[in-house]
């Protein structure tokens, strides 16, 4: 696959910052479904400020545009991209399996097969049926749509490379047009909520918040704000303006009673924000989400995201409903122990199976490109002499 003639050397480059923004999408998830867990105020707390944390999830379809266009090679062919990301997720995403399957039969004493088998083949954001998408490991669903968008990847980003700036342009505004359109029709059709432990979403809000067709276009933007930050074809976007947008939308969408209305809303202020850090990182300004240690809690985010909800599910189980300072205590301690059982996967199953899958060292890999970038530098600088 050749994503296209104006390739650049600093493609390579590792953004840090967008490393640590993943952990703020998968925390944002954790306090959302922390909210299941708790009554009284501090369920009320944590519903002013995580009660629409599941839009966490289209920041990571957003990301995922973003980073995969952004580290695409010239030389990839379909079959290679394939192999890097099944590397990327399987092993990890088994394991949460094979964990969510132990939790179902200890918490309802049965096992779901259907869903199962559906989250097993990666197929269960495609079923509109709430006991399977949401089924087996819930937070999973959204690893089918991710699975679709690497399916699309090899044939959309060569034919999006090729587009002029102005082309791009239109076509993630009629992307945006399309998921506030969607967003929209969700708002006529779906039940209203009488709080945030209601959400019915129906035929509709499948469709809009769950099926992959519904979420493509937020990756698509993504991959395309890549490009363009690329090709410095977009104004410098600071990044305080970017994080007030987010902000400022976000508290605009508790005032839809629809769930799904989110999905619209808040693709935008996504794509500016991370546009803001990229940009800010290769002018050599890091932002403090690229410092080590929130790069690391990045690295974790995709174990921690997918399973945390288990450990919160046996909570529930254990202790029903809390409130007060036995609450606060209880999340804290869910969080807690959420990053250990993240850190443990991430260290002993994903990181050295992806190693293994992919058929080299993830650091020779990323010396190799930072080397292939550098040669790749000296050689244009050479040429204009």
Known sequence: MTIGASHHPRLATRLDSLTGLRFLAAGAVFGFH????????????????????????????????????????????????????????????????LLAGLAAAWLTGWTPWRAGAANLLLVQSW?????????????????????FFYLLLPFI????????????????????????????????????????????????GWLVYVCPLGRTPEFVIGLVAALLVRDRQLPRIRLPLAVAGVLAVYAVTYASPHFATQVGLLVLPFALLIVALAQQELAGSR????????????????????????????????????GGAVAIAWVALLFVAALVVACALFRFVERPAERRLRGAPARAMLHREATSARSATVREAARHG
Do not use: K
Not at 79 to 86: G, K, L, P, S
Not at 127 to 147: D, K, Q, T, V
Not at 168 to 196: H, K, N, P, Q
């Open 34 to 97: 922390a909210t299941y867990l708790t009554v009284g105020p501090v369920h009320d707390a944590l519903v002013v400020v995580f009660g629409r944390g599941g839009s966490g999830v289209g920041l990571f379809f957003v990301l995922s545009g973003f980073v995969l266009a952004w580290s695409a090679r010239q030389t990839d062919t379909p079959a290679a991209i394939w192999r890097r990301r099944a590397a990327r997720i399987l092993p990890a995403y088994l394991v949460a399996w």
């Open 127 to 147: 079923i509109p049926r709430e006991s399977i998408y949401f089924g087996w490991n819930g937070p999973a669903w959204s690893l089918s749509c991710e699975a």
């Open 157 to 204: 980003l060569p034919r999006v490379a090729r587009l002029s700036a102005r082309n791009r342009l239109r076509l993630a505004m009629a992307l945006l047009g399309m998921d506030v359109v969607l967003a929209l029709v969700a708002g006529f059709a779906t039940a209203r909520e009488t709080s945030v432990l209601d959400s019915q979403f129906g035929w509709v």
């Open 287 to 322: 932002s403090w989400l690229a410092g080590r240690r929130w790069v690391v809690l990045g690295e974790w985010s995709y174990a921690l995201y997918l399973t945390h909800h288990l450990l919160l599910q046996a909570a529930q189980r254990a202790a029903g409903e809390i």
